[in-house]
């Protein structure tokens, strides 16, 4: 069964480093999202993605946060100063259709520490 | 948005039925039931989703009551991997975000063997 793939599993940054985060949505699935959880918390929206545009994005994604969509097959979401709160479980997902029957496809994350 | 509230935790014993209720008394006609759930150190995971009847897929049950303001996800025989945290989700035409999802805290469940 197709499924999202996120890199790195972990990935451990100085804080005041830029950081990229990647997935790799599946192959037919047009829109895309950014996630996060925060340990021990609930999973929070970041930003929405369709047709190389953002659609909507939350509070939580302010000016330090971009994502991108530079090649068919990635979709990155890079942060460009980190702080101690950027630690957080981060999770891609994709979908095929805008409908609200369709479900999301979301990644295993990526684990991000910020020293 | 509208909202849902599900028990902070429920347990089973291994091989039993589970019931996981979710209450949404200000759905609305157009809104479907998402199911999804987390399973430790893992992204979350799609059950199960419907609007008005009953849905079966390999995974689960979905009971939705006949006003929509409550649906029952069903686990048929629940394993040691089912422990989760499942989340019960409106999904809703016309949202913005291309229909992001609003998590709240879910249920936690635990499987005792």
């Known amino acids: 069964e197709p499924e999202v793939t996120q890199t790195p599993s972990h990935q451990v940054t100085q804080m005041g480093q830029e950081v990229i985060l990647r997935c790799v949505p599946i192959?037919?699935?047009?829109?895309f999202y950014w996630y996060r959880q925060i340990l021990g918390q609930k999973v929070e929206f970041l930003v929405s993605?369709?047709?190389?545009?953002?659609?909507?994005k939350s509070e939580i994604f302010d000016d330090q946060f971009s994502v991108e969509r530079p090649d068919g097959s990635n979709f990155t979401l890079k942060i460009r100063s980190t702080k101690l709160e950027d630690s957080a479980m981060y999770f891609c997902?994709?979908?095929?259709?805008?409908?609200?029957?369709?479900?999301?496809?979301f990644g295993d994350g990526t684990r991000l520490s910020i020293l | 948005d509208a909202k849902t509230t599900q028990p902070n935790s429920m347990e089973s014993n291994e091989e039993e039925p589970v019931h996981l209720p979710c209450n949404h008394s200000?759905?609305?006609?157009?809104?479907?039931i998402h199911w999804y759930r987390q399973l430790p150190s893992q992204g979350p995971e799609y059950v199960i989703h419907?609007?008005?009847s009953n849905v079966n897929n390999r995974m689960a049950s979905l009971a939705i009551a006949e006003d929509r303001k409550s649906s029952t996800l069903i686990l048929h025989r629940a394993t040691l991997r089912d422990a989760a945290v499942y989340y019960c989700?409106?999904?809703?035409?016309?949202?913005?975000?291309?229909?992001?999802?609003?998590f709240g805290a879910g249920t936690r469940l635990a499987v005792h063997p």
């Open positions: 192959s037919n699935h047009l829109y």
């Open positions: 997902a994709s979908k095929s259709r805008t409908d609200a029957s369709q479900p999301q496809h």
């Open positions: 419907g609007l008005t």
């Open positions: 200000t759905i609305s006609g157009t809104d479907y």
């Open positions: 989700i409106l999904s809703f035409p016309f949202s913005g975000g291309y229909n992001k999802l609003i």
């Open positions: 993605f369709y047709n190389n545009e953002i659609s909507e």
